[in-house]
Nanobody, 121 residues
Framework: QVQLVESGGGLVQAGGSLRLSCAAS????????MGWFRQGPGKEREIVAV????????YYADSVKGRFTISSDGAKSTVYLQMNSLKPEDTAVYYC??????????????WGQGTQVTVSS
């Protein structure tokens, strides 16, 4: 089993920054990838970024390229999502997930409870 706990969400004005953290515990080594997904109001859950525990295999959705940075700290079993130049359309519940390297949410077996990010205009 794997447990994931997100933190760092909140309310920020457009143009501002937030850093999300996802602390993992349990048998995380059985699944090599960590992903950040988000689900906005009335929208489907979508991929934001993916990284392997080794720090490689990084992927970003086009909507966040150049603004968001994903990183991992294997020693702390923690993954981060640095979000800069935030826009109102980034408003969503952000989830971290553990699974196979993929952009599909169906390839992720373990999920955190989510953290709300709200960007005001």
């Amino acid at each position: 089993q794997v447990q994931l706990v997100e933190s760092g969400g909140g309310l920020v004005q457009a143009g501002g920054s937030l850093r999300l953290s996802c602390a993992a515990s349990g048998r995380t080594f059985t699944r090599p990838a960590m992903g950040w997904f988000r689900q906005g109001p009335g929208k489907e859950r979508e991929i934001v970024a993916v990284i392997s525990w080794s720090g490689g295999n990084i992927y970003y959705a086009d909507s966040v390229k150049g603004r968001f940075t994903i990183s991992s700290d294997g020693a702390k079993s923690t993954v981060y999502l640095q979000m800069n130049s935030l826009k109102p359309e980034d408003t969503a519940v952000y989830y971290c997930a553990n699974g196979r390297p993929s952009t599909s949410l169906y390839d992720y077996d373990y999920w955190g409870q989510g953290t709300q990010v709200t960007v005001s205009s």
